[in-house]
């Protein structure tokens, strides 16, 4: 992957050069992979010096606050450009939030702020209460709430009156440990319990008046972990209670609040299915062998499946765009035991071999929302990838193991509403029923140029003996991407890798995403001047990236070498095998001959040749000796 | 090692003090680098802090004056465990 530096040289290059598009592209990258402090101060500088040249929504933030908040401009105002947001921010005097609210000529509504966050905290807000809580009688408590709901009350009577902002207040945090210890939780009034009906008292002005919410500010500690959030050493010195590794947390929080008020919303989920909905591959592993239930490994899964029901009540669209053959698929969703998501629960289906930023388009288009508003799940970062290098999509990251998908679901900030209407919670329903297939054709911007970003590299060899297994296990189990269909065993395998009238190749491939393993398998048989390909096949994993047409052409020019004049290759069809039906038509093969089983082709080596694809390095192993 | 931190150290400076990298050497200081006040340099310990997943101390704050220093330091607690 480039490094940090390239990358920015880069970006400054396309500056240079008025490429603002891809400026900002790549901005936006360096952001979500690092969004640390350096980097949020680098990419704000650098989306200053182009803001005028892109369309970006102008927004503007007043910040109120009874601690250092300074740290975390830089952070909100990178995650907001990187979602295309040019945020202004003003910072209110430190602890001047009541006057800033109540001085109708202050330099808050001077600003004219379209959002307003009250960034305060329980030990400023009432000290007394924080500090002293023993020394406080019980009447005293009361006092001290009482009159603390009552300035909160007026302040946001205040605010309404003069601006028509939203305004986001933070909710109270809990002590790390009450003054009382233990016997705080036994009293009739403890500290923690005031800290509450406080935190009731601002619910109820949210509820009361339109525009104001609450950020459970004391939930988003209680998540991360108290003791990790708070740094008394920033916060006794420069009054900063929140430690470095953690401002980014509270940033996140307040765009969750930023995206639905700036209307930089998603309003539909589009997910892959194979070891995504599911662990493993349908069209492979079938009904028996996908991982998907109540019980480890398919719990994983069904999870991530609960926190897309919990979209789906929440109005977000639902949508499927997966490379498999539709049947399969269709035969998981309608009647695997294990599934929380069936048929009905998705808007619209793109189930084929096409590429995927051209199935989100169509999605798109057949849904009736921009393309801007589809978030996209998948389990693999090469689509990821193409898609984000494509489209204005809103791609989730998905971690390595499956056990932390949901999670990263639930974590993204793209499908948060500040309010839910019933026609919110019937609209996933609604365009579900709505669900009609337009076919449509677009072009796509280059695929050359993504290939060549992934840094293909194969390997050829002949197969050699810690390799049957494998080899063996290919055969058996793939159905897909498979012209022949053969299963070997090992044994079989073995013999024919020892014959002189047969090669077996295998294939293993990597990109910069990491290495895939050996996934591909082609057996020749060479007689005179034929030499016929009695088996070739690729794992799912790596369909769909031109390499199989390296591994062909490896193959012809291997059959070149031994003379051979024509390379000929039967494709018999499957139930499961649709996906290569046309592949030696595509590769310049003449058809010879048709009968029930499948189809011959045939081409001509001295005619011609397949040429491996100038993206892929391609390393030959030669034949060991055997 | 020294000297991957001082060019991370440099790097997360610049890109703090919003300034080219050439302009932060090592005998950069808070005297001779203007955009160096206290509100970029609360910048600068929670940059460095988050990137290197280290704590200072007020003390150390306070001493952070060059570029070289804070290399060191931080190579210091690298070395040295938290």
Redesign the interface.
């Known amino acids: 992957m480039a490094s940090?530096?390239d990358r920015r040289e880069v970006i400054d290059e396309a500056l240079q050069l008025g490429q603002w598009a891809k400026a900002s592209t790549m901005l936006a990258e360096l952001w979500h992979q690092q969004p640390?402090?350096?980097?949020a101060?680098?990419i704000v500088?650098r989306y200053q010096r182009m803001s005028s040249e892109l369309s970006m929504m102008p927004y503007r933030l007043g910040l109120l606050r009874s601690f250092?908040v300074?740290?975390l401009v830089?952070l909100l105002r990178a995650a907001a450009f990187a979602s295309g947001v040019n945020l202004a921010v003003q910072v209110g005097d430190f602890n001047a939030y009541a006057q800033e609210i109540l001085n109708p000529s202050s330099h808050l509504y001077q600003f004219k702020p379209d959002a307003v966050i009250l960034a305060i905290q329980a030990r400023d807000l009432l000290p007394d209460l924080w500090y002293r809580f023993t020394e406080l009688s019980p009447e005293e408590v009361e006092q001290v709430i009482d009159r603390t709901r009552k300035d909160l009350s007026d302040w946001v009577k205040t605010f309404r009156c003069y601006s028509k902002a939203h305004l986001i207040i933070h909710g109270l945090e809990m002590p790390l440990r009450p003054s009382a210890g233990i016997l705080d939780a036994q009293g009739k009034l403890s500290q923690v319990e005031a800290l509450r009906r406080l935190n009731e008292g601002i619910r109820s002005l949210a509820r009361e008046y339109p525009g104001v919410y609450i950020l459970d500010y004391d939930a988003l500690v209680a998540l991360h972990g108290r003791l990790r959030w708070h740094?008394e050493?920033k916060w006794?010195?420069?009054r900063?209670p929140v430690?470095?590794?953690c401002?980014?947390h509270l940033t996140n929080e307040w765009l969750r609040f930023l995206h639905p008020v700036t209307g930089k919303v998603c309003k539909a989920l589009v997910t892959d299915l194979d070891n995504t909905l599911w662990g493993g591959i349908i069209g492979e592993d079938g009904m028996s062998g996908i991982q998907i239930g109540s019980e480890h490994p398919g719990a994983a899964y069904q999870s991530l499946q609960r926190a897309m029901l919990d979209l789906y009540q929440r109005g977000i669209i639902l949508a499927v765009c997966s490379k498999n053959n539709p049947s399969d698929a269709m035969e998981a969703l309608e009647n695997h035991p294990g599934m929380l998501l069936r048929p009905h629960h998705f808007a619209a289906l793109r189930v084929n071999w096409n590429d995927k930023a051209q199935n989100l388009r169509e999605i798109a288009s057949e849904l009736n929302i921009g393309i801007d508003a589809l978030a996209f799940l998948d389990d693999s970062p090469v689509e990821r990838e193409w898609v984000r290098s494509q489209l204005p999509v809103a791609v989730i990251d998905l971690p390595q193991d499956p056990m932390g998908y949901a999670e990263a679901l639930r974590d993204s900030p793209f499908f948060e509403r500040l309010t839910l209407s019933d026609e919110d919670r019937e609209r996933g329903r609604y365009y579900a029923e709505e669900r009609q297939r337009t076919e449509l054709k677009g072009g796509t911007a280059s695929l050359e140029d993504f290939y060549g970003s992934l840094q293909m590299e194969v390997e050829i060899a002949s197969v050699t003996p810690r390799m049957l297994t494998r080899v063996a296990q290919l055969t058996q189990k793939t159905n897909q991407f498979n012209l022949t269909t053969r299963r070997y065993t090992e044994q079989q395998i073995a013999e024919m890798s020892a014959s002189t009238d047969w090669r077996v190749y295998s294939l293993q491939a990597r990109d910069r995403f990491g290495d895939n393993g050996l996934v591909g398998v082609a057996i020749a048989r060479f007689d005179g001047d034929f030499c016929e390909i009695d088996s070739f096949l690729m794992s799912c994993r790596v369909v769909g990236r031109t390499v199989e047409t390296a591994f062909l052409s490896h193959v012809a020019a291997e059959a070149l070498h031994r003379d051979a004049r024509y390379l000929r290759g039967w494709y018999l069809p499957t139930k499961k095998n649709d996906l290569v039906k046309d592949f030696y038509k595509s590769h310049g093969f003449k058809l010879i001959g048709e009968r029930e089983k499948g189809s011959l082709w045939e081409f001509g080596l001295n005619n011609g040749c397949i040429r491996t694809p100038k993206w892929i390095s391609c390393r030959i192993e030669e034949a060991n000796t055997q | 090692m020294t000297e991957l931190v001082l060019v991370s150290v440099r790097?997360?400076a610049a890109?703090?003090f919003?300034i080219p990298l050439e302009q932060v050497l090592p005998h950069s200081s808070t005297a001779t680098i203007e955009n160096w006040d206290s509100?970029h340099h609360?910048?600068l310990?929670?940059?460095l802090?988050?990137?290197f997943?280290v704590?200072f101390?007020?003390e150390e704050?306070a001493k952070m004056q060059t570029v070289e220093s804070i290399a060191l330091l931080v190579q210091n607690k690298l070395s040295g465990g938290k």
């Open positions: 940090d530096s640390a402090m350096a980097n101060a680098y500088s250092t300074e740290p830089p740094d050493g006794l010195t420069v900063l430690a470095a590794d401002l980014i | 790097r997360i890109d703090l919003d509100l609360l910048n310990v929670l940059g802090e988050g990137a997943d704590q101390s007020p704050i």
